[in-house]
């Protein structure tokens, strides 16, 4: 009986450590982020991707809804086809799931930091660490380790997956559920990522001390760091 057990709990060891080692970096909500990124929180609460979730409510934009043939009294904040945009990591591991509190502890009912950075659990720690070693060393860290940690620097492709997300959208990895709101209804729903990317959706920017070197550099950086504010001290 002991022999079993061991062996028992000798295999469901092995399975914890499978897991541990092949588990996909999961969400971990904007409250972590702005632990550190506190600026960025607050000018990021006042767009509209931090208040996406209420557009799902019923009686919000009503006229909107009606032009796109939805039903402007109906509730769809537990509609599986219409979560996926307006909250972040929708059924992928630590995200948004049906019917948990939007705005609980993770606040991941939003299009949040991780719905445009990448899923955090892994590469939240590596920043503190970096910047400690940039104060203690001098030495930038390689930009690439983050993205082996699943931070993503892939923009374009992450604002398609929402916003271009509609039948006949250039968008090649379009697939249901659809976005209801394409240009067809409405020429303003059109995107164009050079235009999107400028506008105060995003947040604010800021003045990078480069604790990060090398590529993936974001092709907008350059510009964006020539007017970000400085954080102050
Ligand atoms: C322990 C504090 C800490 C946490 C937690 C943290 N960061 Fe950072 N982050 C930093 C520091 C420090 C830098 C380096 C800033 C600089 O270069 O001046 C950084 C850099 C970045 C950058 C720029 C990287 C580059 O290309 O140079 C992004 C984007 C970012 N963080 C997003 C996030 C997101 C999203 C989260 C939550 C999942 C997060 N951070 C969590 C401290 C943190
Ligand atoms: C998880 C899905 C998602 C991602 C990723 C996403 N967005 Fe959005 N975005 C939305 C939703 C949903 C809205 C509408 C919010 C509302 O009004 O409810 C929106 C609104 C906007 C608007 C305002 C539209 C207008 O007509 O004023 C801009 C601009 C925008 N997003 C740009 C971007 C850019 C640029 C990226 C990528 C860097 C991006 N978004 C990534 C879902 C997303
Ligand atoms: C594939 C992603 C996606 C899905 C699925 C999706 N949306 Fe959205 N939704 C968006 C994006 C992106 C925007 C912003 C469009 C813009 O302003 O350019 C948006 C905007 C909106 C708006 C605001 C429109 C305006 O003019 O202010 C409402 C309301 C909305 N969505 C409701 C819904 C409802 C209800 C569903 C489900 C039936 C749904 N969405 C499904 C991506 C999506
Ligand atoms: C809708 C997409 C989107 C969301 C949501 C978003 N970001 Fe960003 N973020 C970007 C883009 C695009 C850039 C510009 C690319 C660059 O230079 O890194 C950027 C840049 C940054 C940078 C680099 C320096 C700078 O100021 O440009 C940091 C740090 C950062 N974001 C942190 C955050 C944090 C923290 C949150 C959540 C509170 C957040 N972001 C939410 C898209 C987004």
Known sequence: MKRFLQQLLGAAALVCLAQATTA?????GVKVCTKCHD???ESWAGTVHAKAFDSLKANTKAEEKTKAKLDPAKDYTKDKDCVGCHSTGFGKPG???LGKDPGG????????CEACHGPGSDYRDEH???EKKLLRSQ????RKLLVSKGQNFDYESACAACHLNYQGSP??????????FTPAVNAKYKFEFDKAVRTKALHEHYKLKDVFTGDP???VRAEFQKTAKEIPE
Do not use: D, F, N, R
Request: no cysteine; net charge positive.
């Open 95 to 97: 995200g948004y799931a």
């Open 39 to 41: 600026l960025y929180g």
């Open 217 to 219: 550099v974001p092709k």
């Open 171 to 180: 968008h090649k990895g379009a697939k249901a559920p659809y976005t209801p």
């Open 24 to 28: 996909a970096p999961s969400y971990v």
């Open 139 to 142: 030495q930038s860290t390689p």
């Open 128 to 130: 503190g660490t970096a």
């Open 105 to 112: 502890p993770e606040k991941l009912g939003t299009v949040g």
